[in-house]
């Protein structure tokens, strides 16, 4: 299943350490899937970053 995985640089609930861990427990193949680290986010970068989240999220449905 294509997978993206969206985090915020500053997330005091899940610290951005576990992106990459999260990311590398996937199932789905490498190609399948991607990690976006938002930089100015914390829990929530689709309310934080509104256009670059909305931005990758239609990049990534173009892409299948």
């Keep these: 299943i294509p997978t993206l995985v969206c985090w915020g ?3 005091g609930v899940f610290p951005v350490q ?3 861990e999260t990311f590398d427990l996937l199932g789905t193949p490498t190609e399948d899937k991607r990690l ?3 930089e100015y986010s914390a829990h ?3 309310y934080e970053e ?4 909305a931005s990758e999220v239609i990049d990534f449905v ?3």
């Design 50 to 53: 509104p256009e670059a989240f």
């Design 9 to 11: 640089r500053h997330d």
């Design 62 to 64: 173009h892409s299948y």
């Design 36 to 38: 976006r680290i938002f």
């Design 18 to 20: 576990q992106a990459s």
């Design 44 to 46: 929530s970068p689709n």
